[in-house]
């Protein structure tokens, strides 16, 4: 790592927060009166090596990572005597779809998954990780939407 005015560059992973003796460091700096800056990343960003962000102090972050490690969720990318860099992902956010019956749940699974959309299940709803607008998915949706054999929530 190496630093500038507001600049620092970053060419590993220190660790994580989780990490016990990390977890112990960030810590005593928070407590000590130096910064904890945090770097908030888009859950699709986790995957690339190279990338530039700034954190919520105004640091400019310059990221250019060796192909064995990956960015996460407390990903400690600078550590010093007073401050230190830590990554947090931003909150995912989730299109809630209600399957009118198993048929449409059927087809609505296969044209997500025709799609690459990453889904989960929750009580008989179909969840869709929004990494676009939302916008966007509603009208690939719009036929299920329009005709009623799927609905938005899906919980009253």
């Known amino acids: 790592m190496s630093v500038t005015a507001m600049e620092v560059r970053v060419s590993k992973i220190l660790g994580f927060a989780s990490e016990p003796a990390l977890a112990e460091r960030l810590h005593d700096i928070a407590h000590a ?8 990343l888009a859950r699709e960003d986790v ?33 010093e005597k007073t401050r230190a860099i830590v990554v947090r992902l931003a909150e995912e956010r989730w ?43 509603l009208a690939r949706l719009k036929p299920f939407l329009d005709d009623g054999r799927a609905r938005r929530g899906g919980h009253d």
């Open 33 to 40: 009166g130096g910064q904890v800056e945090q770097l908030t």
């Open 95 to 137: 299109l809630a779809l209600a399957p009118r019956d198993s048929a449409t749940a059927l087809e609505l699974g296969y044209f997500a998954g025709n799609l690459h959309w990453r889904v989960k299940f929750d009580e008989g709803r179909l969840l869709v990780a929004l990494e676009g607008p939302e916008g966007d998915y």
């Open 47 to 79: 995957h690339r090596r190279r990338l530039r962000g700034r954190t919520d102090r105004g640091t400019e972050c310059l990221i250019a990572l060796p192909r064995d490690q990956a960015l996460g969720d407390g990903a400690v990318l600078a550590l």
